[in-house]
């Protein structure tokens, strides 16, 4: 009886183990924080990217973990401000200074709290990984610590100043950007490829962060009369120019940038959203992930992956990775190993240049087509 209920035992301890993956992890917890607007109007975008970490981080440690240690997850919600990005990394700074093992950061989500909390990160003994900051200066401060697993605003600036102008035969362009680093740097860098194409942009207007009333604006639009029009900023503020210029009667092509590639830009536009254009630098993750992938994530966040899951995933891959490389959890080692990485992810291929970006830069163009967002280039 007692062989019997032993026998039991171990069959029961087996197949728990292989549907496991193996035995857990049991040298201790290593943190990664993810850094992310987790509430307010960003929260959205950001607790996407905070699925896709934990996604990534719960596969390897249902594996037996990162070099047998367990993986945890911190969220910290950045509220899309600056200077509670800089109180976030001095907490991760404390924290370490407190002994606690760290291994880096998946963040942050916008790229003018990364350069803010980059001033303290980059003294760290710990790796940065942004899922979606794509200001251009980011990779030109020599920062030893830091990489991105999206393309920068200069390769998205080229990628949709040809689409407007070959694809959308714009010769006219209207450029509309928001009031931070990233509107401002990506609104720049448009009107600049544009002129490299011969076209011209015929306006370059500057609106607030959440802005939603747009009546001088779209006054000016108008009287600019071009082929079409540009926006470089966020879902809080693109679905209620877009109406605006609608209702107006302005109806030439309309395209927005990555940092508008949510669900709350066909949702807030009560319609206006069908026929606009998009980039961003991921595909819809239904069409680069197999069911199986999405049935762990709901399982993990017990909702459907979004925008910028896959982003999150990404890039928790890479700090998941890049330790296994360096065979150690110390930052400068594993930023090393980042550097020689070369490893496909749902975002596509993962491989670096010294300063931290992508060798190869993806933009990825979108409609909106009876309220989806559906790819119609790259």
């Keep these: 009886m007692r062989t019997t209920k032993l026998m039991i035992g171990l069959v029961v301890l087996a197949l728990t183990l292989s549907a496991c993956g193996g035995p857990g992890p049991t040298k201790g917890e290593v943190i990664v924080y993810v850094a992310a607007p987790l509430s307010g109007f960003q929260a959205n975008g950001g607790q996407t990217v905070l699925g896709g970490a934990r996604l990534a981080a719960n596969e390897a440690n249902t594996s037996g973990g990162l070099l047998g240690y367990k993986i945890v997850v911190v969220g910290k919600d950045d509220e899309s401000t600056d200077d509670v990005a800089v109180a976030v990394a001095q907490d991760v700074a404390a924290d370490i200074k407190a002994g606690k093992r760290v291994l880096g950061v998946v963040g942050h989500y916008n790229s003018g709290q990364t350069l803010a909390a980059m001033e303290i990160y980059k003294d760290l003994p710990i790796v940065i990984v942004t899922p979606t900051s794509s200001e251009a200066t980011l990779t030109q401060k020599g920062y030893k610590n830091f990489f991105r697993v999206n393309a920068n605003d200069s390769t998205q600036a080229s990628v949709d100043a040809a689409y407007l102008v070959n694809k959308l035969m ?3 362009v209207a450029v509309v950007h928001n009031d931070d680093p990233y509107g401002i740097g990506l609104g720049k860098a448009l009107a600049d490829q544009l002129s490299q194409l011969g076209a011209q942009a015929v306006l370059n207007l500057q609106v607030k962060v959440s802005q939603s009333t747009y009546i001088t604006e779209v006054q000016k639009i108008k009287s600019a009369a071009p082929d079409a029009v540009f926006y470089a900023g966020y879902e809080v503020e693109t679905p209620y120019l877009r109406k605006q210029l609608v209702d107006a009667g302005i109806k030439v092509p309309f395209m927005a940038s990555d940092g508008a590639f949510l669900s709350p830009t066909i949702d807030e536009a009560e319609g206006a959203a069908e026929g606009m254009y998009l980039s961003n630098f991921a595909p819809e993750p ?32 890479v700090l998941i990775e890049g330790a296994k490389k360096a065979g150690t959890l110390e930052g400068p080692k594993v930023a090393d190993a980042i550097r020689s990485l070369d490893i496909s992810t749902p975002m596509g291929k993962v491989a670096y240049n010294p300063n931290g970006d992508l060798k190869e830069q993806r933009i990825f163009i979108f409609q909106v087509k009876d309220g989806e967002f559906v790819q119609v280039g790259q």
């Design 286 to 317: 239904k069409a680069v992930v197999q069911a199986q992938w999405i049935k762990a994530y709901q399982d993990v966040e017990f909702r459907n992956p979004d925008t910028y899951s896959i982003n999150g995933y990404s890039a928790m891959k």
């Design 170 to 172: 714009a010769k006219k």
